[in-house]
C-alpha cells in the first residue's frame, strides 16, 4: 500500500506491544520499520526496465527477511534516535513494524514475494486498494491519538477498527466473486479463471475479470451491504499468452526472457492494447473498472532482439473519464453507454 499506509500500520503493531511511557519511541520504530521495505524502489537499471518491477515487492517484503531487515534498520534507529535504550527493545518494535508491510502489500493486487525464498510465488489477496482512504485516515488519527494521550487504549482502537476493515474488504471480495460467477452464468459462460480486484481508493466498486473461450470478459460491479448490485458492462479481449508472445521475436533472445519476466510480474492476465501494434497490457488493472485498456504494458521490438522491451506507461484517468469513475463509485448509471 501508500507509504503513509504503512508507517501508519506499522505503528499500530508497535504501540501495541509498549508501554505507555515508550509509546513515542515505538511510534519512530513502527513508523520507520513500516516503511523500510519499499527501499527496494532504488533497486533499478537504466538499460533494463523490468528491474524495478521484478524487485519491487521482492525479498525486502518477505517474513523470512523481516528479522534480518529489522535487525538493520533498528540499528539506525538506535543510533540515531535511542543510544540510552535498550537495543533489543527498539528491535522489537521496527520487527513488528517491518513485518507488517509485506503482510499489508499481500492484501493488495499487485503480488508480493511474501514467503522468499522457500516460496516465489507472488501472493495478492485482491482485498484492498494500494490507496484507501477509509482505511487509512481513522488509523492516523488514533495513532497520533495514542501518542499525545500517551496511552494504548486509541492503539487498541486503532487495531480493532483494522481488523474490522479487513473483515469487510473480504466480505466484499467474496461478494463481487459470488455475482461475477452469477454474471457469467446468466451469459451462459463457464469460467476457466477468473478474479475481481478493488478500483482505486474504495472496496465499493470491483474490476471482475474471467476467461471464457480464449477471451478476457472485463466488467465492473459496485456492491455495498443493504443496497442492489450495479454491473457496469465492458469490454472483451483475446487471451494472449507468454508463449505466444515469445513466437513474436526470434528464440533465446532477450526480449524472450523479458516477456517471460512480464508475465510472470503481471500474473499471466496479458492482452493487447487497443490501438498499439506489438503492445500488451497488464490486464489486472485499467484505466476505468471496466475498460481493457491498461494503465501499464510492454512493446516488442523484434527487430532488435538483444534489447529489452519497451515498458509502456499509459494515460491515467482524466476528465471524463474520472467524472465517469465518480458515477461508477456513486452508482449512476454509465453515461458512455
Not at 499487485?110 to 485482491?126: E, Q, V
Not at 471496466?290 to 501499464?296: E, K, Q, V
Amino acid at each position: 500500500m501508500d507509504p503513509l499506509s504503512q508507517a501508519i500500520v506499522g505503528s499500530v503493531a508497535s504501540q501495541s506491544a509498549s508501554r505507555p511511557n515508550q509509546l513515542q519511541m515505538a511510534t519512530v520504530c513502527g513508523v520507520l520499520g513500516g516503511m523500510a521495505p519499499d527501499l527496494d524502489i532504488l533497486i533499478r537499471s537504466s538499460s533494463d526496465p523490468l528491474m524495478g518491477l521484478e524487485f519491487h515487492r521482492h525479498f525486502t517484503h518477505a517474513l523470512p527477511f523481516a528479522p534480518i531487515g529489522a535487525a538493520v534498520v533498528g540499528l539506525l534507529i538506535w543510533l540515531v534516535f535511542y543510544r540510552f535504550e535498550s537495543p533489543w527493545r527498539v528491535y522489537l518494535f521496527t520487527l513488528l513494524g517491518y513485518a507488517t508491510h509485506g503482510l499489508l502489500d499481500a492484501c493488495t493486487s499487485y503480488g508480493t514475494y511474501l514467503y522468499w525464498p522457500f516460496d516465489h510465488a507472488r501472493i495478492s489477496w485482491d482485498m484492498i486498494s494500494i490507496i484507501d482512504p477509509l482505511f487509512t485516515l481513522p488509523l492516523l488519527i488514533l495513532v497520533l491519538l495514542a501518542k499525545w494521550r500517551e496511552t494504548r487504549f486509541y492503539t487498541l482502537l486503532a487495531a480493532a477498527y483494522m481488523f474490522l476493515y479487513f473483515g469487510f474488504c473480504i466480505y466484499q471480495h467474496d461478494t463481487a466473486i459470488d455475482l461475477l460467477e452469477e454474471k457469467a452464468t446468466e451469459r451462459g459462460h463457464t469460467i476457466s479463471r477468473q478474479a475481481v480486484k478493488p478500483s482505486f481508493g474504495n472496496v465499493a466498486l470491483w474490476r471482475t475479470i474471467y476467461v471464457y473461450n480464449g477471451t478476457y470478459h472485463v466488467d465492473a460491479v459496485r456492491t455495498l451491504p443493504f443496497n442492489k448490485p450495479i454491473w457496469y458492462e465492458g469490454s472483451t479481449a483475446p487471451v494472449i499468452s507468454a508463449e505466444e508472445l515469445k513466437l513474436l521475436v526470434p528464440d533465446s533472445t532477450v526480449q524472450q526472457d523479458d516477456i517471460e519476466r512480464f508475465d510472470f510480474f503481471s500474473q499471466g492476465y496479458l492482452a493487447p492494447v487497443p490501438g498499439e501494434e506489438l503492445t500488451y497490457g497488464d490486464l489486472r488493472y485499467g484505466i476505468l473498472p471496466n475498460l481493457i485498456s491498461p494503465i501499464w504494458g510492454i512493446s516488442l521490438q523484434p527487430d532488435k532482439p538483444e534489447e529489452h522491451i519497451q515498458f509502456r506507461r499509459f494515460p491515467r484517468m482524466e476528465g471524463e473519464q474520472v467524472d465517469r469513475f465518480i458515477d461508477m463509485l456513486l452508482g449512476k448509471p454509465d453515461s458512455s453507454l
